[in-house]
């Protein structure tokens, strides 16, 4: 076997391979003797067929399967000769493949960069301290309250918070629209369900009152012939409900499973609830400053082999989360370039952590596998069924080494950077865009 390597542009290599013509022609010959033993062929009793016949016959599929099949046995040799590292499928292209000659073939592919992860001690990342406080946990209960509400008709004046079923029609330039008609339309004041200044106009009406508005349709608004047209909807109040919170009592501690000790016991298990979360929200808060410092201070060629895998990946966590609602018929074909910013990124990041893990020799630690583990499950009603569930199936188990690992690398880097305490409320960190 002969191997010359080009550097054809950037990460993408081109290995030229040459494959004596005897080592094929014996594998054509070896695969055409052992189909012989077993082909019928017309007037050939079984394993006496001529090697002319055979040759005649299936010489030119056999040829073309063992020189597929040598392709992939030596390009894996050559690549191992020359300590190069494939990111991704090669495509092969034959130059030459004819009886009694050698074999020469190439093979395109793309390879991992060289990445150098530096600076890490000029990393600086603020790490937010904050705890649940009684406060916290009032206002939790406000959010249980509204989520278990009843409504009760009134005929006053209606507020934000207020449940309205209306009629309503609307004109742009004089002319009805699509989508701009409803009857008997349940709409709750302060939702923000409809376009900006609609539910602000209708607040304040009360049962059988009619009115004409004015709005805006917004500049990004998703129907093109719309957007930043000015409108005008007739309303018409048929209903008005205002909302009822139920008691915080043995019977609201119910709703939520908890069948002794009342109110104190709910108060005792949202509050853990809300601990965990605020945990897992600031490390993340934590991880994503690691990440981005990484980020900004490391620059890494990517190979768009590696870029188009991620993209499927997130194309079909997409096509997933339709997957429930959207007949699979009727899935949209999403476009690559929705997806390729994102696909960079965690490329990148990948890289740069798979470097800090080979560099620093950081290997999987099981108990923290396990923490991770008994974290997810907690949130579940019977944590030792995920627990076990996690532990008895590979795939699961695997996908959660690999998210220890790459937590371990960003706690390495952490223990190398500046770390600054920063005060903060559970509703800045749970909440950053209500502040």
């Known amino acids: 076997m002969q191997v010359s390597v080009e550097t054809t542009e950037g990460l993408e290599r081109r290995l030229t391979i040459t494959v004596p013509a005897e080592t094929v022609d014996v594998e054509v010959k070896n695969r055409l003797r052992q189909i012989g033993k077993t082909q019928r062929i017309n007037g050939f009793r079984p394993g006496k067929v001529p090697p002319t016949v055979l040759q005649k016959r299936y010489g030119k599929s056999v040829r073309q399967e063992v020189a597929g099949e040598l392709m992939q046995r030596n390009f894996f040799e050559a690549i191992m000769a020359e300590k190069l590292n494939p990111a991704g499928r090669p495509e092969f292209i034959a130059k030459s493949n004819e009886e009694g000659k050698e074999l020469e073939f190439e093979a395109v592919f793309e390879i991992y960069p060289e990445v150098e992860v530096k600076d890490i001690e000029k990393i600086t990342v603020e790490a937010p301290k904050a705890e649940v406080t009684e406060a916290d946990l009032d206002e939790m209960f406000v959010t249980l309250q509204n989520q278990h509400k009843t409504w009760k008709e009134n005929k006053r004046k209606t507020k934000k918070g207020d449940k309205l079923t209306i009629d309503f029609l609307g004109r742009v330039d004089g002319e009805e629209f699509e989508g ?256």
């Open 180 to 435: 701009g008609k409803a009857e008997g339309f349940e709409l709750e004041l302060g939702s923000g369900r409809m376009i900006p200044g609609f539910e602000k106009e209708i607040t304040g009406m009360k049962v059988g009152e009619e009115k004409t508005i004015t709005v805006t349709f917004p500049e990004d608004y998703h129907a093109e012939n719309l957007k930043g047209k000015e409108a005008e909807f007739d309303i018409k109040v048929h209903k008005t409900e205002g909302p009822v919170l139920p008691e915080i009592d043995e019977e609201f501690a119910k709703l939520f499973g908890i069948e002794e000790g009342g109110v104190d016991a709910l108060r005792e298990e949202v509050s853990k609830n809300m601990s965990r979360e605020l945990n897992q929200a600031v490390k993340a808060k934590i991880k994503d400053q690691v990440i981005e410092a990484l980020l900004e201070a490391n620059e890494v060629d990517l190979p768009k082999a590696l870029i188009s895998q991620e993209v499927d990946v997130l194309r079909q966590q997409a096509l997933q989360r339709f997957g429930g609602q959207i007949d699979p018929k009727n899935m949209p074909n999403l476009p690559a370039e929705m997806f390729e910013e994102q696909a960079k990124r965690r490329v990148k990041v990948g890289l740069l952590l798979g470097e800090v893990i080979k560099v620093n020799e950081i290997k999987v630690d099981d108990a923290k596998v396990q923490e991770l583990i008994e974290t997810a499950a907690s949130a579940y009603e019977d944590p030792q069924e995920v627990i076990n569930y996690y532990n008895s199936n590979k795939e699961m188990l695997q996908q959660m080494q690999n998210v220890a690992l790459e937590e371990q690398a960003v706690e390495f880097v952490l223990d190398k950077a500046k770390v600054k305490n920063k005060k903060a409320s559970f509703k800045e960190i749970m909440n950053p865009e209500a502040k």
